[in-house]
């Protein structure tokens, strides 16, 4: 276990509940923990330092102690005070106390540069905490506490969105689209439920404390309002630097709120996206709601970078129509991405994407947002926008109106590794949140990563050449310095040239054994293979997005017209694509010139336009 966690997890069993300390129990830990390296003597000195930096409890938190020892920001252990002059006997018991501090420095130095060598680990969790002006029990799709089958709630919400001919709602106002619906007895339990589970003061506190429990070192709050008066400081006391940053639309108070520990990362850079829904060409005007944020920080330990995004996708995860708008704002979010890894020179850096993505199949977002972004001209593709996995959860959302898996956090599998998942409360659909254990409609999720190393990253690329060969659908496609890295732990000899003998040595390594069909996948390869051949092989196996053509397909017949395929761009591409350029684009998918796209053609054709995008060929 890094020694970082380690330390955490001393501080959590001996602290106060809030990972506070006193300082008077330091030397206890790090006889727990640093022993041998550190003598009672020299724990005494670390103590006397950590001293300075506690509270006026005399208490001090893990992340103050893991700043004080390893960020360098302070004297490792700055000297004791000397004893009255009178009490030294010689100048050589001055000599023996400089000996002993410089001793305790290299040791402390070396356990420095030990943790710093350990693999990182840090904690991620997402929560939608249902803000608070949202939180409102009479709204039509809440309405708890009474029986709702959904013949009655159709009717309530059919009052409620009903308009007089000057456009206002013809039931303005709570309780005037219940009436004759709800009884007197029914309204009133409405609003009973609403004071007690929905009300703002009564779940300020009780999302606090959720957030407590989650212990997170990185953290993405959305539908997050009261930022100023509420989150911002207390966040700000738990230990969190913070941003937040609003949604567009006016009317609406909440946002997305990133908080990292204070000690742990550096906020090096942050960039916001308000998604563009519509752009209305006659009136000029253009229409924005949601939101994405992104911050690029620095581990304060190994200088390492990492880049977090929090986002709130369009509403009504129930409807899969909504899913081509969804797949537009995640394509905008992507390309923002690239950009502002390459303001930064950070491509390198492991991206995480958590959020509401409001809906029932990340799968299919991601290949209708990843296929529109190939084909659109123009932009830099990250590689988080092939190279993304979800962390599997349950159900994080139970409402009367609902009960499905929204919230997620993706992470780049190449450069990033899943080690734990925080299990999930079991939502009962018969007992919706929120309720008095539950402050808001959704739950968290909370997720452990470590830092790949980049020897890691090749073996994951190494085993992704081959799954693409073996079943056409590698979950992570590669750009041609990837493949080059996969191919160097493949080219053992080093000569440039993989051999079927190095190919069978190198894939036992990966997989522990070799499949029963090694040696049909690959009877009509002749080998030696060379480098060009290695991306060759990968480029005629790519076989991905399939979802996408599904998705556009709108009367299911199995091919696309140009009717349907520029419906599909102006729905859900990041930017707008002139008409003509769709056009051209159709027939030259259209490889047969017979007026309309098979899956065959369009997947040929998303394999070479790929190739071109990320430079995977000359």
């Not at 081959?466 to 890295?485: A, V």
Request: with cysteine.
């Amino acid at each position: 276990m890094p020694l970082a966690q380690r330390l955490k997890e001393v501080f959590a069993v001996h602290g106060d509940g809030q990972g506070l300390v006193k300082t008077s129990q330091l030397a206890e830990l790090l006889r727990l923990v640093c022993s041998p390296a550190l003598q009672p003597a020299d724990q005494a000195l670390l103590v006397r330092c950590a001293e300075e930096r506690a509270d006026d409890s005399g208490q001090i938190s893990y992340t103050d102690f893991i700043d004080f020892l390893c960020a360098g920001r302070a004297p490792l252990v700055p000297p004791p005070p000397l004893p009255p002059a009178a009490a030294i006997a010689s100048g050589k018991q001055v000599e023996l106390l400089e000996k002993k501090l410089q001793t305790a420095n290299q040791e402390l130095g070396a356990l420095r540069n030990l943790m710093k060598r350990q693999p990182f680990e840090f904690t991620i969790g997402q929560y939608n905490i249902l803000a608070g002006y949202l939180g409102n029990n009479m709204e039509p799709w809440f309405l708890y506490g009474i029986d709702m089958p959904e013949e009655r709630r159709q009717k309530i919400i059919k009052l409620h969105g009903e308009r007089l001919p000057c456009g206002k709602p013809a039931n303005a106002g709570w309780p005037n689209y219940v009436k004759g619906v709800l009884s007197e007895d029914e309204i009133a339990q409405v609003e009973r439920v609403h004071k007690a589970d929905f009300a703002w003061d009564a779940r300020k506190d009780r999302l606090l404390r959720i957030i407590r429990e989650m212990d997170c070192d990185l953290l993405s709050l959305v539908e997050c309002d009261h930022f100023e008066d509420h989150f911002g400081p207390v966040l700000t006391d738990m230990g969190y630097e913070v941003t937040w940053k609003k949604r567009p639309r006016p009317n609406s108070t909440d946002g997305c709120c990133i908080a990292w520990r204070r000690g742990i990362f550096r906020l090096l850079s942050s960039h916001h996206v308000e998604y563009v829904d519509k752009y209305c060409q006659v009136t000029k005007k253009t229409y924005k709601d949601r939101i994405a944020l992104m911050v690029l920080l620095q581990v304060e330990m190994t200088g390492q970078s990492l880049c977090f995004v929090s986002t709130h996708l369009q509403r009504n995860p129930e409807d899969p129509k909504q899913d081509m708008l969804r797949a537009r704002q995640v394509g905008q979010v992507l390309r923002e991405l690239g950009a502002f890894a390459s303001l930064h020179s950070c491509e390198d850096a492991p991206v995480v994407l958590s959020g509401d993505l409001n809906c029932t199949s990340f799968g299919r977002l991601r290949g209708i947002a990843n296929t529109v972004s190939i084909l659109s001209p123009g932009h830099f593709l990250h590689p988080f926008t092939f190279d993304s996995a979800d962390v599997p959860t349950g159900v994080t959302s139970v409402t009367t109106a609902r009960c499905m898996r929204i919230d997620a956090i993706m992470y780049q599998a190449q450069r990033l590794q899943l080690v734990e998942v925080v299990e999930l409360p079991e939502l009962d659909p018969m007992e919706p949140i929120p309720n008095g254990q539950h402050p808001s409609d959704h739950v968290p999720i909370v997720a452990q990563f470590r830092m790949q190393s980049q020897l890691s990253s090749s073996q994951h690329m190494a085993k992704e050449w081959y799954l693409c060969l073996t079943t056409g659908c590698g979950s992570t496609p590669l750009n041609r310095r990837q493949l080059q890295n996969a191919f160097k732990l493949y080219d053992t000899d080093g000569d440039g040239r993989l051999s079927f003998v190095n190919l069978r040595k190198t894939l036992t390594s990966l997989f522990g054994l070799l499949p029963d069909s090694l040696d049909k996948i690959f009877e009509n390869v002749k080998f030696p293979v060379p480098f060009d051949g290695f991306v060759s092989m990968y480029l005629d196996a790519v076989k991905e997005l399939e979802d996408a053509f599904h998705a556009f397909d709108t009367d299911g017949n199995g091919t696309l017209n140009e009717e349907e395929l520029l419906r599909a761009f102006e729905t859900c591409a990041p930017a707008t694509v002139p008409q003509e350029s769709l056009v051209a684009l159709f027939k030259a998918i259209d490889a047969s010139g017979d007026g309309s796209i098979d899956l065959n053609e369009m997947m040929s054709y998303l394999a070479r336009a790929w190739a071109d995008k990320i430079a995977i060929s000359q």
